[in-house]
């Protein structure tokens, strides 16, 4: 079993619409919780960082964290076509090692 | 914020030829930079943790006569292909980060195509 799964789509929703990406886990020993947004051909870009359980809110991006059910989700809000990218998220139990799904590949179509 | 630098973006080079990657941190001082190779639509895959002024530790099944990391300062760390050969074509991404800088920041990756 992986250490983290993430379901690549490809999602596309029109612009506007609120977007919902999700990861399970394994490893219960996991208490950093991180997603990544990826443009092709290019590194990944931090968006959202939580420790442990609960929600984190920036702007149009919502993290929440529900360690009971090993489950983690990112929240986009009146979605952009900008926001076109591969959506990684990632956890670590130490704050060194990470382990990362898939990545989900979101389109936003104007 | 923090910034990491990752040279070159691109390269190709013939088979059996060695290729060098950087990654520097450009404003802040890393204590602790990973490598990772990606892989079309997979996640990326650590291949090894270097500490400035110690050996890098590599994840199980990465060659490290192969793939030769230096950390010799806390702002520029080096990927070194040896003998490259087609199936190391990848994306090749560093991300560093400080004790405290959870989350780490990336660099803008490498992609290596070996003909």
């Not at chain 1, 929703?13 to 886990?25: F, K, M, Q, R």
């Not at chain 2, 530790?57 to 292909?81: C, M, P, R, W």
Request: glycine letters at 8%; aromatic letters at 12%; charged letters at 15%.
């Amino acid at each position: 079993q992986k250490e983290v799964e993430q379901d690549p789509g490809p999602l596309s929703v029109p612009e506007g619409a609120i977007v919902s990406l999700n990861c399970t886990y394994s490893n219960s020993a996991f208490q950093y919780f991180m997603w990544y947004r990826q443009y092709s051909r290019k590194g990944p870009e931090l968006l959202m960082y939580t420790y442990s359980s609960g929600n984190k809110e920036d702007g149009r991006f919502t993290a929440q964290v529900d360690k009971s059910s090993k489950y983690i989700s990112l929240f986009i809000r009146d979605s952009q076509p900008s926001d076109s990218a591969t959506y990684l998220c990632a956890m670590s139990a130490s704050g060194n090692q990470f382990y990362f799904g898939t990545g989900t590949s979101l389109t936003v179509i104007p | 914020g923090a910034v990491v630098s990752q040279h070159p973006s691109w390269v190709i080079c013939k088979s059996g030829t060695s290729v060098k990657i950087e990654c520097r941190s450009l404003d802040f001082q890393a204590t602790t930079m990973f490598w990772y190779r990606q892989f079309p639509k997979q996640s990326l895959m650590l291949m090894a943790t270097s500490n400035e002024g110690s050996k890098a530790t590599y994840e199980q099944g990465v060659e490290k006569d192969k793939f030769l990391i230096n950390h010799a300062s806390l702002t520029l760390s080096t990927l070194t292909v040896t003998s490259a050969h087609p199936e190391d074509s990848s994306f090749y991404i560093c991300s560093a980060g400080t004790a405290t800088n959870y989350g780490y920041t990336f660099g803008s990756g490498t992609r290596l195509t070996v003909v």
